[in-house]
């Protein structure tokens, strides 16, 4: 998979802010497509641990994105999440749960002001 350069659009980054607020107070995640080394589609997803300190994408609605990705031509290639009081940064808990060097990480981080987005690339 050839790794997405490092920009988010506009419209996607605002899908994934809103997606994050309106899961308060818990952590909100979903799933990033990407094609021709770009991020490309947004699909937020339910956080299965209902919690503000972790998330897990429940395994039916990754497959549902997988499929309507794959249908599309893109790749499933990322992952987002929010830390609801925290920054937008890795934690060391995130760190441990890349497990694919070749995926996109997006951090949203509600605890400022406004809303801040990180993303990573390893």
């Known amino acids: 998979m050839t790794r997405p350069a490092a920009r988010l659009p ?5 899908r994934i ?4 607020l ?3 107070p818990n ?10 080394g770009r991020v490309v589609g947004v699909y937020p ?17 990754h497959y549902d994105a997988l499929v309507d990705a794959e249908s ?10 929010s830390h609801p ?13 890349a497990l694919d060097p070749d995926w996109v990480y997006v951090v949203v981080g ?7 987005v990180s993303m990573t690339t390893s």
């Open 10 to 14: 506009d419209d996607l980054r605002r």
């Open 17 to 20: 802010i809103d997606h994050c």
């Open 22 to 24: 309106s899961e308060l």
């Open 27 to 36: 952590e909100a995640c979903g799933l990033l497509a990407v094609a021709d």
């Open 45 to 61: 997803t339910a956080n299965a641990d209902a919690s503000s300190m972790s998330y897990t994408i429940p395994p039916q609605e």
């Open 72 to 81: 599309k031509g893109w790749a499933i290639g990322g992952v987002f999440h």
């Open 85 to 97: 009081k925290g920054p937008a940064a890795m934690s060391s808990v995130d760190v441990e749960k």
């Open 110 to 116: 509600l605890g400022g002001e406004e809303p801040e």
